[in-house]
């Protein structure tokens, strides 16, 4: 083998969302004859459930810039040009949640996401655009370097350096872009959908008689104004289980329900908490309530935060902490963060009783309390408390705490 050999082989790597090597652009032909793409599969009801749940979750939380001092203390940024961009408005045509929305349905089904960033004269970023199809960005190493490179509406090819595009990967194994979950889940998807698709003709173009009465004569030439006349009388989901009269030698013979025999119910309930358990979402969050109870529900939901978004909200925050922000700025203290605070939030009880631990720590103020439950502060609220009889260990027992018979007898 030539010296070089493998230099030369990754000197140059092009990998996109739509190479074979990822996923294809053609959909998927799943073993269940259904074709599955990341738009298609949204078309089975759990998938979708799943995917806007997750991604009006992150849509949801609050995403603030702060300034870290040197002591470790944080403080809202405002006033950074960022500040607006990602808690607001990223660009004149969209809000910050419709952005965040869009980014992390693309993450879910296509395993990436991209936005283009615009920048001022000073290099300062002033818009973010997202780009409409992770499908046809290519991502290309070139000598160290890495380039994105699509097609424009207008067809014109557009190519943009690294720090001009924000890109989220989802999981994968190369490092520069994700792999398609709709891909990795095509087979369980295609039964889905196969299943709906099988259930949906059943019912609404199938004859569903519950009974039907033969006879042994031949038709004769009225035989297709019979077929004609029975599917009007009898086709359809209006008219099923009803029961069939012929004229003539009668025989009555009754019918199954072929669902049965294919288990379809227990099928489509089968592929509903795979996928559920696919995108990690408590299954009582997309309307499955078989184990869920008033007194599990609400611990579901907090490892639904801790499970299933908090891995996503770290993607969100490590990158825009690393391609958002200038070296410069991030020596200075400048980060984004989300507040996951109110996903964690238990019961009206729990969260008294953590907060008045917190408090009796002098952890929290009151007005900090009152902030985290979205009310207003009050005169006098920012001063914090500590029991007085807390001494530290090794430290000399005050008399006035001295237990009981520790101090000397006097006579009364």
């Known amino acids: 083998m030539k010296k070089g050999f493998f230099k030369r082989l990754f000197s140059k790597r092009s990998v996109s969302p739509s190479d074979d090597f990822w996923y294809s652009r053609v959909p998927s032909l799943s073993d269940s004859g259904v074709s599955v ?3 298609s599969s949204l078309n089975f009801l759990v998938v979708y459930s799943c995917v806007s749940l997750i991604a009006e979750s992150i849509a949801s939380l609050p995403l603030q810039v702060f300034k870290r001092s040197a002591g470790g203390s944080k403080t809202p940024a405002d006033r950074h040009p960022l500040y607006e961009i990602l808690h607001s408005n990223p660009n004149i045509e969209t809000n910050s949640f419709n952005w965040r929305e869009t980014c992390q349905s693309h993450l879910l089904l296509w395993g990436n996401t991209f936005s283009e960033i615009i920048r001022d004269a000073r290099g300062y970023i002033t818009e973010i655009y997202q780009l409409p199809s992770p499908g046809g960005v290519r991502v290309e190493r070139e000598k160290g370097r890495i380039l994105y490179k699509w097609t424009a509406a207008s067809g014109e090819e557009i190519v943009r350096e690294a720090s001009d595009v924000f890109h989220i990967p989802g999981f994968g194994f190369n490092g520069l872009v994700g ?8 087979e369980a998807i295609g039964l889905g959908l196969a299943t709906e698709k099988f259930g949906a003709k059943y019912f609404g173009s199938g004859t569903h008689p519950s009974g039907v009465l033969e006879m042994d004569e031949y038709l004769g030439d009225n035989k297709e104004d019979f077929i004609k006349s029975f599917r009007e009388q009898y086709s359809g989901l209006g008219k099923s289980h009803s029961v069939v009269v012929l004229e003539g030698g009668l025989k009555y013979k009754s019918l199954s329900m072929p669902l049965e025999e294919a288990q379809f119910l227990q099928t489509r309930k089968f592929q509903k908490t795979d996928i559920v358990g696919f995108y990690k979402v408590p299954p009582h969050k997309v309307g ?34 690393s391609q958002l922000f200038s070296e410069k700025e991030r020596r200075l203290g400048y980060f984004a963060e989300f507040a996951m605070d109110g996903l964690l939030r238990g019961d009206t009880t729990a969260r008294g009783d953590f907060y008045q631990k917190l408090w009796g720590l002098g952890v929290l103020s009151i007005n900090e309390i009152r902030a985290k439950e979205n009310l207003n502060p009050i005169e006098g609220g920012d001063k914090r408390y500590i029991p007085l009889n807390y001494i530290g260990l090794g430290d000399e027992v005050p008399m006035a705490v001295k237990p009981i018979g520790a101090e000397d007898n006097v006579d009364g």
């Open 37 to 39: 793409d990341e738009e």
């Open 288 to 321: 499955i309530l078989d184990n869920a109870s008033f007194s599990n529900i609400e611990q579901q939901s907090i490892d639904f935060a801790q499970t299933t978004m908090l891995p996503w909200v770290k993607r969100w925050e490590s990158a825009i902490n």
């Open 179 to 186: 792999k398609s979950p709709v891909r990795v889940a095509s």
